[in-house]
Each structure stands twice: as structure tokens, then as C-alpha cells.
């Protein structure tokens, strides 16, 4: 069992042949990390820890895995089961809303009392707040917090979480523009801030067999092309359906897929329903199966206001598939030179569309970028050099005083 009791740091002995003893090396204890986060629905923060959790070296870390909210329904607790599958050990402490908070707060504590923590590290705002909290309550030594989107909707975070970065040991961005957000928007210290890219499965989304699309209203033989996210007003999936259009109007043999649930999904229903196109927008919900319908699709469209590292884009990326992305943060790091060939100004529709248009039109263009766009996936962003640097990070604040 990966999360069985230690016993590390049990002196061992070995009698010598000459009737002495000589005695073993003792293994260094393992480091015990908690992974904290709001929810483990399927999403990216949630995808980033099951990575780090079951990435870890077992010689090193010992894990635990603890969730603000409840176990997600079975269709999306795929990355539950992930966990469970490798015997680490997971734990759901029933917050329902932000009333609960207190509640919350008390069971997190009890939860890194029961199971004595060297390290908290938090994902998601929730879990940033009241993790190094409870963790000070605790006795938890080092706490490290997961900085992942600039948020612009919601402002008053802000100054939530840079009242508790006092509590805290390292801010961990996803990017260096989410790394320069945290220090001049939020205010966190910059000695505080460390940047650690998300990675990618490359291998799950290599040569894997396309989507039925016909499940979802398109017909066989139709082209598509994609925008996979959650539908609210960050990812600005209201806005690609006001240049839709004039978008499938010059590209006769294309429909628009739209996969993704959200706050906004009747909102953006009935606003595909008013356009001239209907039938050829598809507005499908959340799917489990991103690698096979961007294996189906032709290229991914991100539409978003703001970001931090889109996990969607690696995805498209590993897929070898072309991009049109709005500027947001992250998109650079992750697209590198071929950024100025798939990247618009912020909130440039008429660019937008128009680099779409003729992206679609240039086959040879789409091969090349998507190539490209798959070889820096394999090369920058594999999963297990994000854990070594989470890794090294937890080793060098373990071997140091507490705050």
C-alpha cells in the first residue's frame, strides 16, 4: 500500500560474520505532504493533483489527499478513482457553501491533526484561504499555496488571499504572467512567488481513435472545430458566438462545438439558438472524452478573457492539433515561437475570426503547427518534470526551520 504506516528511521542491525554488529544505513524519514483542494471533479487544478499526488516518489513522500467539497458523482470521479486505484488515502469533508466555512475549517484541522503534516499544499481559492489557517492552528510546519488564474471577475479574493500569505511559505503560479499578477494585482511578496508550469499526458491524447460526433448532432462527414471550457464569462464563449456567423459562413463544411457546463450554459443555449446557424453550432455539455473529440476536430479555439496556463491548449497541443487563442496568461509559455501564428490581441474578435478563417484555408500551415505544437508538449511539458520541481520545493522547505 503506497500510504501504509512508515516505519522509517527503525534502526535495523545485521550481525557481522566476525560475531560484531554493524548497522544498517536508516533510511530518511519520508516527507508527508497534504494536498488540499476545493473539489476533485475533473478539471485542471484537480488534474494538476492527482499528477503531483501519484507522481511523487513513495521512497520520499507519503501522501494524503483531502477535499473541501464531496465526493463529485461518478461520472466525473474519475480522478477520485485514480487515487483510489493506487492506494492514497483521500478524504471529502462535505463543504456545501461558503456558510459552512467554519465547519469546513474545524474539519480540515482535525484532518491534519489526525494525519500529522510536514507539508500543506493547497489548490483552488477555497482551499488557499483556509488551508494555511487551519494548518497554523495545526501545527503544520510549511504550507505552499497554488496560484493558478489571474482572476478579474471576483476582486474581493484578492485581499483574502494576501491576508493569509503571511501563513504561507511559497506561492506556486502556474506562469510567469500569473506569477506577475499575483506580486503587482494580488500584492503577494515576490521572494514568496516560484513558477511551475502544468503538464500534460502526452501519451493519453497519441493516437487515439476519434469521437463519434454523430452523438452529438453532426453529422458524418461534417468538419469541426472546437472550444472546450467551462462555460462562464472567463472563458468568453459568448463572445465567440457573436462572431459564429460570420465564422461559419465563410467555412460552408464546418460546425462549431461547444463542450463544456457552467454557470452560463442556458445563457449561451438559447444565444446559439437566435443565430442563423443553429444547427451548426453544438452545444453539448461537459464529456468526459476531450482526447477523443479533439482527435475528431480540426482545430481549438479559446476564446477566454483571462487564464493562468489553459490546460485545454496542452491538451489540443498534445493532440497535434492547430490553436486561435485570445492573449491571455500562460498562452505564450506554453506556445512559444508559434504564438504569434495562433494568438490574438486581447478581445480582437474581428483578428480572431479572421485568423481562423485563414488557418482553415491553409492545410499545410495547420500540419505545421500542430507538429510543432505537439513536439514543445513532449519536450516542455511532461508531467513528471512539474513533480520534481514540486519534489525539490518540499525537500528544501522540509530540511528548513518552520515559519
Same mark, same amino acid.
Given at each position: 500500500m503506497r500510504n501504509s504506516p512508515s516505519h522509517d528511521g527503525e534502526k535495523n542491525e545485521d550481525r557481522s560474520s566476525a560475531g560484531g554488529h554493524v548497522r544498517k544505513p536508516?533510511?530518511?524519514?519520508?516527507?508527508?505532504?497534504?494536498?488540499? $483542494? $476545493?473539489?476533485?471533479?475533473?478539471?485542471?487544478? +484537480?488534474?494538476?493533483?492527482?499528477?503531483?499526488?501519484?507522481?511523487?516518489?513513495?521512497?520520499?513522500?507519503?501522501?494524503?489527499?483531502?477535499?473541501?467539497?464531496?465526493?463529485?458523482?461518478?461520472?466525473r470521479a474519475r480522478l477520485v478513482r485514480r487515487l483510489e486505484e493506487v492506494d492514497i488515502g483521500t478524504h471529502f469533508l462535505e463543504s456545501t457553501s461558503l456558510a459552512s466555512g467554519p465547519r469546513t475549517l474545524w474539519r480540515l484541522y482535525q484532518s491534519l491533526r489526525r494525519w500529522p503534516t510536514d507539508v500543506l499544499q493547497t489548490f483552488l481559492f477555497h482551499a488557499n484561504v483556509l488551508g494555511p489557517v487551519a494548518a497554523k492552528l495545526a501545527g503544520v510546519p510549511h504550507v505552499v499555496s497554488g496560484i493558478r488564474v489571474a482572476e478579474q471577475s471576483r476582486k474581493w479574493r484578492w485581499h483574502l488571499e494576501a491576508a493569509t500569505s503571511r501563513l504561507v511559505d511559497r506561492h506556486v503560479c502556474v506562469s510567469r504572467a500569473v506569477a506577475n499578477f499575483a506580486q503587482d494585482t494580488i500584492g503577494l511578496p515576490?521572494?514568496?512567488?516560484?513558477?511551475?508550469?502544468?503538464?500534460?499526458?502526452?501519451?493519453?491524447?497519441?493516437?487515439?481513435?476519434?469521437?463519434?460526433?454523430?452523438a452529438m448532432?453532426?453529422?458524418?462527414?461534417?468538419?469541426?472545430?472546437?472550444?472546450?471550457?467551462?462555460?462562464?464569462?472567463?472563458?468568453?464563449?459568448?463572445?465567440?458566438?457573436e462572431v459564429t456567423p460570420r465564422l461559419l459562413k465563410q467555412l460552408p463544411q464546418h460546425d462549431l462545438l461547444l463542450v463544456g457546463n457552467g454557470p452560463e450554459y442556458r445563457r449561451i443555449e438559447s444565444a446559439a439558438k437566435r443565430k442563423d446557424i443553429p444547427h451548426r453550432v453544438h452545444l453539448v455539455g461537459w464529456q468526459d472524452d476531450v482526447p477523443g473529440i479533439l482527435a475528431a476536430s480540426e482545430l481549438l479555439l479559446l476564446p477566454s478573457r483571462w487564464e493562468g496556463m489553459p490546460n485545454v491548449v496542452l491538451e489540443a497541443m498534445a493532440s497535434g492539433l492547430p490553436v486561435v487563442?485570445?492573449?491571455? +496568461?500562460?498562452?505564450?509559455?506554453?506556445?512559444?515561437?508559434?504564438?504569434?501564428?495562433?494568438?490574438?490581441?486581447?478581445?480582437? $474578435?474581428?483578428?480572431?475570426? +479572421?485568423r481562423v478563417i485563414s488557418l482553415l484555408h491553409t492545410p499545410e500551415k495547420m500540419a505545421l503547427l500542430g507538429t510543432r505544437n505537439r513536439a514543445r508538449v513532449v519536450e516542455q511539458f511532461r508531467w513528471q518534470r512539474s513533480v520534481e520541481q514540486y519534489a525539490a520545493l518540499y525537500e528544501s522547505l522540509h530540511s528548513s526551520p518552520a515559519r
Open positions: 536508516v533510511a530518511a524519514p519520508r516527507i508527508r505532504v497534504t494536498l488540499c $483542494t $476545493t473539489e476533485l471533479s475533473v478539471g485542471g487544478a +484537480e488534474q494538476a493533483l492527482v499528477e503531483l499526488a501519484t507522481g511523487l516518489d513513495g521512497m520520499r513522500f507519503e501522501v494524503q489527499v483531502v477535499s473541501l467539497k464531496s465526493r463529485p458523482d461518478a461520472p515576490q521572494q514568496k512567488l516560484l513558477v511551475i508550469p502544468n503538464g500534460v499526458d502526452h501519451h493519453r491524447f497519441t493516437s487515439v481513435p476519434a469521437a463519434d460526433l454523430r448532432g453532426i453529422a458524418k462527414g461534417r468538419r469541426v472545430i472546437v472550444s472546450v471550457g467551462r462555460l462562464d464569462r472567463q472563458k468568453g464563449t459568448d463572445r465567440l458566438l487563442a485570445m492573449e491571455v +496568461e500562460g498562452i505564450d509559455d506554453l506556445l512559444g515561437d508559434a504564438s504569434r501564428d495562433q494568438v490574438v490581441p486581447q478581445g480582437d $474578435t474581428d483578428a480572431f475570426t +479572421e
